[in-house]
Structure formats: structure tokens, C-alpha cells
């Protein structure tokens, strides 16, 4: 068999001048950090006739080594792969498609590529190549993993032992009056600002843990209906050893027998979430209040109202954002950890409903969400 001479039509080295316009798009090609390969699918096994210099750098081979070979040679043996059945597939449909592959350099070492491959047809609607563009993402799959590891010592290694030294505390707190007897109350004290400050951890690796799961998609909503008024007592229960340490005082407005379809755990999560900042941004003394009120089109709007300092226009917006915080001195005061707006937005979100604040510096703050009475088809 007579050895071709690796050859391509598409040799870009050209000769003659090329119109300017071409010119660009050439050297913008050539310049290009993603590999760029064009095949010519009206020859034997759809080979390679360019490959630009990235294309080259990335899988570690010649332009004579790759030109007139399909691309398939990234593979090696590793061609059992699910993906390249959908990319098989769409080559033939003459289809756009986005796939993951484990590609090897000519040294051998996997790189998992990010491969888009798409038709070119010409004027008159006919297949003259297909374009492959080549991205390699290992290193975005690397820190992925990592930060996947992160979480899940967050959620284990940290939250298990942290539990574990809650209860201890919880027992030894139920026990102040014998610390205080035994060992002067000075011991009692400190036990419970370890608890306080544990329970603080565990929220903070909640919110932590939250977050990533919303990130992922992969926090589901389980709705059952409620009625609102056990609900908004429940909040009001969760917050108000804050309130009274705080000397904050808790009013309801009362709203009438309104039922909800939501997930409770949730809705109750954000409404304690807005509680527990109002009370938080209150000065002893002063007043929070809860409003619940029944709007058109089936829908209910929560309202925490306080008389705290209030908030700029131009700082609301930056508000509901993850890790934004509008003074994290004060915050870090306060004992938030900038999650819990960010967290409260996306659960209303995910039920369809909207949250924002209304407030004026000065002036106290209005924090409110809505949410359809029944979940809406989306
Ligand atoms: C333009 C183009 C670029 C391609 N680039 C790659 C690539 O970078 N890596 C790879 O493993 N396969 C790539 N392929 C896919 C293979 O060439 C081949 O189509 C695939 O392995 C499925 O066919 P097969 O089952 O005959 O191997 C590309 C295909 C085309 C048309």
C-alpha cells in the first residue's frame, strides 16, 4: 500500500494574497485558544484537513500527524465512551452537539475535552466539513472536585462532631443550676456562650450547605398545605429567645384563616430568616411586626416590618445577593453570615413568588415576599 503524503486542501499557508476579510478570519482562527479542526465528511471516514495551532498544543501532536486521520485517535482505546454514541449520532443527523470526552495528548495523558462539533453547509444548503471545536476543561473538573470535596467535609466532618458537641453543651446548659451551685456561675456562663456560639456554627454550616444545594439545583421542595397563622406562630417561636434577649417585642397583624401550598420547612425557614434580622437591626425596646395579608390572583404576601436603621435604595439591591453583606463589620456584629438573604430569595423563587424590601434610611424596613396560595403550573 502506497503511503499517502499527509496533505491538506485546506492549507492555510496560501500563496496568494488573501482578501482582507478572510485574511482576518484566518489569523482570528490561528489565534484562537480553543483547538479548531475542520473535516471533510465527502471523503473516507471524515478526516481532518485543518487543525489550528491550539488544536496542535492541546493533544500534543503535528500538523502532519493529524491531518488526513479522523479525530477519533484521541481516544486511544478508550472509545467504549456513552457520549460518542450521541456525537456518532449527530454526525450523522448533520446536528450541532456539545459533548464530554476523555481525549488523550500523544504522550498519553487524559484531558477530558469539551467538544462542540458543528455542520458547515454551503450556499446552497450542502455539507462541506464539519467544524470541531476543542476546549479542555480538565482543570475546571479538577477544581470542581475539589470544591465538591469541600462540601462534603463541611457536611460531614465538620457538621457531625459539631452535633455532637451541641448535645453535650445542651446537657450541661440543662445543668446550670448545678454548675452554678458546684463551680460559681461564672462556669454556667461560659457553657452557654459556647452553646450560643455552636448553634451559630451549625446555622452558619446550614446556610453553607444550603446554598451549595441550590447552586446545584438539587434542593427539592416537598408542598403540603398549612394554614399561615400556625405557621407565622411557629416563626415567632423560633425567634423568640433572640427577641427577649434582644428586648425586642413581636407583633402579629392578624390576617384572617389563610391556607398555603408550599413546603413548610422552607417558607418557615425564610419567614424566621427575616424575623431573625429585624430583630437583629432592632434597638432594644422597639417593636418588629409580621403582617400576612391575602392579595388578587391568589396570592399571599408576607410582611416583617421593623424600626431598625433602615437601608439605602442603592444598597436593597445588593442585599439578596450571596456573601453580600452592606457592612460586614456590623454584620459580623450581628452574627449573620450574609447567606441568609441570598438563601430566603432563592427559596421564594423556586415557588414562583418574589421577595424585596422597602425602606428608607432612617426610616425602619419593610422585607416581603408573595407566594401563590397553590403552586402555579410553570
Ligand atoms: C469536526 C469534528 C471534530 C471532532 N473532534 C473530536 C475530538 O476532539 N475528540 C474525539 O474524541 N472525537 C472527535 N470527533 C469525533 C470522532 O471523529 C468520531 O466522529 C466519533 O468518535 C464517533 O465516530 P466513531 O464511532 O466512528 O469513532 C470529532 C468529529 C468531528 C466531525
Not at 499527509?6 to 482582507?20: H, N
Not at 484531558?111 to 464539519?130: A, D, K, M, Y
Request: hydrophobic share 40%.
Amino acid at each position: 500500500m502506497v503511503k499517502e503524503e499527509p496533505s491538506s486542501d485546506y492549507d492555510l499557508s496560501l500563496e496568494v494574497e488573501p482578501p482582507p476579510a478572510l485574511e482576518a478570519l484566518l489569523r482570528a482562527v490561528e489565534a484562537a485558544r480553543n483547538g479548531i479542526v475542520l473535516t471533510d465528511p465527502g471523503r473516507d471516514d471524515n478526516p481532518i484537513v485543518y487543525a489550528n495551532p491550539s488544536f496542535l498544543e492541546l493533544t500534543g501532536y503535528s500538523l502532519p500527524e493529524v491531518i488526513g486521520k479522523n479525530c477519533r485517535f484521541l481516544q486511544g482505546s478508550d472509545n467504549q465512551q456513552d457520549e460518542i454514541e450521541k456525537l456518532r449520532l449527530a454526525i450523522a443527523q448533520e446536528k450541532h452537539i456539545t459533548v464530554l470526552l476523555r481525549n488523550y495528548t500523544k504522550s498519553g495523558v487524559l484531558f477530558w475535552n469539551e467538544l462542540t462539533v458543528s455542520p458547515v453547509h454551503n450556499e446552497r444548503g450542502q455539507l462541506i466539513n464539519f467544524i470541531g471545536i476543542q476546549n479542555d476543561i480538565s482543570a475546571r473538573l479538577e477544581a470542581d472536585t475539589r470544591i465538591a470535596e469541600f462540601y462534603s467535609m463541611i457536611s460531614h466532618e465538620l457538621r457531625t462532631p459539631l452535633s455532637s458537641i451541641r448535645a453535650s453543651l445542651g446537657l450541661l446548659d440543662d445543668r446550670a443550676e448545678v454548675i452554678t451551685r458546684h463551680t460559681g456561675a461564672e462556669n454556667a456562663h461560659l457553657v452557654s456562650i459556647a452553646l450560643r456560639n455552636t448553634d451559630r456554627l451549625i446555622r452558619l454550616i446550614g446556610d453553607i450547605i444550603d446554598i451549595r444545594k441550590i447552586e446545584l439545583g438539587k434542593l427539592e421542595l416537598n408542598y403540603t398545605r398549612f394554614g399561615v397563622n400556625q405557621l407565622v406562630r411557629d416563626s415567632i417561636s423560633e425567634v423568640s429567645a433572640l427577641a427577649g434577649q434582644s428586648n425586642v417585642e413581636i407583633k402579629v397583624e392578624p390576617g384572617g384563616r389563610l391556607h398555603l401550598t408550599a413546603d413548610r420547612d422552607r417558607i418557615l425557614q425564610v419567614l424566621v430568616n427575616l424575623l431573625a434580622n429585624a430583630i437583629k437591626f432592632s434597638e432594644p425596646g422597639k417593636t418588629v411586626s409580621v403582617r400576612v395579608t391575602s392579595l388578587p390572583r391568589s396570592t399571599i404576601k408576607f410582611e416583617v416590618i421593623d424600626n431598625g436603621p433602615g437601608i439605602a435604595a442603592s444598597d436593597a439591591r445588593s442585599l439578596f445577593v450571596k456573601f453580600k453583606q452592606l457592612d460586614s463589620s456590623d454584620s459580623r456584629r450581628k452574627g449573620g453570615s450574609g447567606l441568609g438573604l441570598a438563601i430566603s430569595r432563592s427559596l421564594v423563587e423556586m415557588h414562583g413568588g418574589a421577595i424585596g424590601v422597602n425602606s428608607r434610611v432612617g426610616e425602619g424596613s419593610t422585607f416581603w415576599f408573595t407566594l401563590a396560595k397553590q403552586p402555579r403550573a410553570r
